[in-house]
């Protein structure tokens, strides 16, 4: 019986289709699902931006440990290697070339001509497999190119170290029957194609991309492509039910954990979508980065530094030190340090600037009925500027204020709130953190009233980003 193996697309889907917006620790919070319940690969988007590009995939890669981690490549030598080193660190690591092989993509998208695209991604191809022996190429809109044109595309990525090859059917617009007798076709013309794995991808524009997969399996595809959310491609959980429900028949059988299947796509629903508001800026994660991890007093620099750094931090040498001697004097005094309180520690120690913004009052009003407005007044070096703006709840419409303030949006990667002290008067922490040209600021804010201290941790971080932009 075939092992058929679902590979994992949610991530790179979310980013190409702009369904989605993940923030970094709903990433890391997915990936760790989908490594529980046994998916035979995690595909992630590629770098784009070197520093926040290359923490994630670092970050990603040190959770995965039984898929296997797959990432893209561009056909240049510079982004073959930043992508290994970011990767490497996964048990295992896949490398992807991807190139848009029908006619008009490979002239609008591509801009290569027919030869020089097949020697261009066997070229790429090669200098992934010096790297790593686990290299796919990617034939995107291969359903709408002439099999015997994309044989040799395959033919020559598979000569050059290929051992997996990925055919897409982006236009979706294929029935069971006729993408079954497109792979068959493909098998009969590649015949290098039977000594590796080949891997489909289906659009689902006429509801048929489950079928289409099952019929692909059937007519020798070893790998679907699926996400774990829906987002108008096959569907993890129903394409993994098929495989249980009917591997005797199919002669195939997966790998995937179905039996959790329904607990695991709950989860990832509650972090794609549930109680949150595509409109709303306030989409960041509460959970830790780090789940389960705690420090104590015995812990050196390079140990603490480690977990800052998988928090999304790029400290300085400076900050390094500070924060350090900040996490001494808090692990002096109790047993263990969690990575909420190492969050909260780097966020009142790291990167203490002065103000370019500072608040000089607010009115919040909300209701039941009605959607919250904040009213923000900020001086700026002086200057009073105020906004009014609408939002889902008191803090989210709080944040869109302080962003017409500053006339720039920021992502809000995280966002947390705890208390600091007991009793009816309790002081409230509010952590934010927000990415800025590839880099995380955190800022910290204290207050017996959550909207202020939420309020004063955006601005706190908002000042260390406008600090380093003026210097």
């Not at 490549?73 to 490497?88: E, G, L, P, R, Y």
């Not at 659009?203 to 996400?227: F, Q, R, W, Y």
């Not at 780097?346 to 002065?354: R, Y």
């Amino acid at each position: 019986m075939r092992d058929i193996r679902v590979s994992d697309i949610t991530m790179r889907e979310a980013i190409a289709s702009k369904a989605l917006s993940l923030s970094f620790k709903e990433k890391l919070e997915i990936v760790k699902i989908l490594d529980r319940i046994g998916v035979g690969s995690i595909e992630v988007e590629g770098i784009e931006s070197s520093k926040v590009d290359s923490l994630r995939i670092k970050s990603i890669a040190s959770l995965v440990k039984n898929s296997t981690l797959a990432v893209p490549v561009k056909m240049d030598d510079d982004s073959i290697q930043a992508v290994w080193n970011a990767a490497k660190g996964a048990k295992h690591v896949r490398l992807q070339v991807e190139a848009a092989v029908s006619p008009s993509c490979m002239e609008y998208i591509q801009r290569k001509k027919a030869d020089t695209l097949i020697a261009d991604a066997a070229e790429a191809v090669a200098k992934c497999a010096q790297l790593t022996d686990d290299v796919e190429f990617v034939a995107i809109d291969a359903t709408r190119t002439d099999v015997a044109y994309l044989a040799r595309v395959i033919d020559a990525v598979v000569a050059a170290g290929a051992k997996t090859v990925t055919v897409c059917d982006a236009a979706g617009s294929m029935l069971p029957e006729e993408f079954a007798q497109f792979i068959a076709d493909l098998y009969q013309a590649a015949s290098q194609l039977k000594d590796i794995d080949l891997g489909i991808s289906c659009c689902n524009n006429l509801n048929m991309a489950d079928a289409c997969a099952v019929a692909g399996v059937m007519a020798g595809a070893s790998i679907v492509k699926a996400t774990s959310y829906p987002m108008g491609v096959v569907a993890l959980d129903n394409v993994a039910r098929i495989l249980a429900a009917k591997a005797d028949a199919l002669g195939a059988q997966s790998k995937v954990r179905v039996t959790e299947l329904k607990r695991a796509m709950n989860q990832i629903s509650r972090l794609c979508c549930d109680d949150r508001s595509k409109a709303s800026l306030f989409t960041g994660a509460v959970s830790e980065a780090v789940e389960g991890v705690v420090l104590t007093a015995g812990d050196d620099q390079a140990t603490v530094m480690q977990y800052v750094e998988r928090l999304g931090y790029s400290l300085s040498d400076e900050d390094a030190e500070a924060v350090f001697e900040a996490f001494k004097k808090i692990a002096a005094s109790k047993e263990r340090v969690s990575v909420t309180e190492l969050d909260a520690i780097v966020a009142s120690a790291a990167l203490q600037v002065p103000p370019t913004y500072t608040l000089d009052g607010y009115v919040i009003n909300s209701g039941l009925s009605f959607k919250a407005t904040s009213h923000i007044s900020l001086r700026k070096n002086g200057e009073l500027i105020e906004a009014v703006s609408l939002g889902d709840g008191p803090i989210d419409s709080s944040f869109k204020s302080i962003e017409s303030v500053v006339g720039k949006h920021y992502e809000l990667d995280d966002f947390s709130i705890q208390a600091v002290t007991e009793g009816r008067e309790a002081m409230g922490e509010s952590v934010v953190k927000l990415i800025a040209d590839g880099k995380v600021y955190s800022g910290r804010g204290i207050s017996t009233d959550i909207v202020e201290s939420s309020i004063r941790a955006y601005i706190n971080a908002l000042n260390k980003i406008a600090y380093e932009e003026q210097n």
